[in-house]
């Protein structure tokens, strides 16, 4: 079983289009993030979510919102997407982030 | 401003090299330390970490990092690296039980066979 789930893998779309990526945890965590890694490889967290806070990191323009049915799932939707857009959003999930993330194995976004 | 800061952006050894690679903070107080390695194409793994305790933590595939609290660094090392540790290296640091992990820019490590 995979721990952390991330569909889709790939998602290619047009600017201005509206998207959804999807997470799932099975560990039973608590906390559950995302982070966005650009064509340098530098990871930034946009996110973070448990079931009684969420933390938006102030950078992350207002088209980016997260979405948690419950606690083993938050989804991100992206409205009007742009080219900046395009990167590699990995979704996380920890226990009170004491024990480092469990990562999942990562969304490759590309906006044309 | 707090920040992780990776001092290589790319390393090249040959097989059976030794590796160290730098990773300093500017948080204080207390914090948690990780090491995370991505092979190409996949995802973040956990290598090593350190919460308290002996400040030389052991990970997995041999590799070993030493927290040295007045330098404010966590170094990784491995002392013979194969050509599969082929990555990129992130350290991230993490305030308690709050704070989200914070990465540095990652340090490329390309290894010759």
């Known amino acids: 079983d995979t721990a952390v789930s991330q569909t889709p893998k790939y998602l290619v779309t047009q600017m201005g289009n509206d998207k959804s990526i999807k997470c799932e945890q099975n560990?039973?965590?608590?906390?559950m993030y995302w982070y966005k890694q650009d064509s340098k490889k530098f990871l930034k967290i946009m996110f973070s979510?448990?079931?009684?806070?969420?933390?938006i990191n102030e950078t992350v323009p207002n088209r980016f919102s997260p979405k948690s049915p419950d606690k083993a799932h938050l989804n991100l939707h992206i409205n009007s997407l742009e080219l900046g857009d395009s990167a590699v959003y990995f979704c996380?999930?920890?226990?009170?982030?004491?024990?480092?993330?469990?990562f999942g194995s990562g969304t490759r976004l590309t906006v044309v | 401003a707090q920040s992780v800061s990776q001092h290589n952006h790319h390393v090249i050894l040959s097989e059976a090299a030794s590796l160290e690679l730098g990773c300093n903070y500017s948080?204080?107080?207390?914090?948690?330390l990780f090491w995370y390695v991505q092979y190409p194409g996949q995802h973040l793994q956990l290598l090593l970490k350190?919460?308290?305790?002996?400040?030389l933590v052991k990970g997995i595939k041999g590799f070993e990092a030493e927290f040295i609290k007045s330098k404010f660094s966590f170094n990784l090392r491995k002392p013979s690296v194969q050509w599969s540790d082929t990555a990129e290296y992130f350290c991230?640091?993490?305030?308690?039980?709050?704070?989200?992990?914070?990465f540095g820019k990652g340090t490329k490590l390309s290894v010759k066979p």
């Open positions: 350190y919460f308290s305790g002996d400040p």
């Open positions: 991230a640091v993490g305030k308690g039980s709050q704070g989200n992990l914070i």
């Open positions: 996380a999930s920890s226990q009170d982030g004491l024990y480092g993330y469990t």
């Open positions: 948080y204080g107080g207390t914090v948690n």
């Open positions: 979510y448990n079931n009684k806070e969420l933390i």
């Open positions: 560990l039973g965590h608590d906390t």
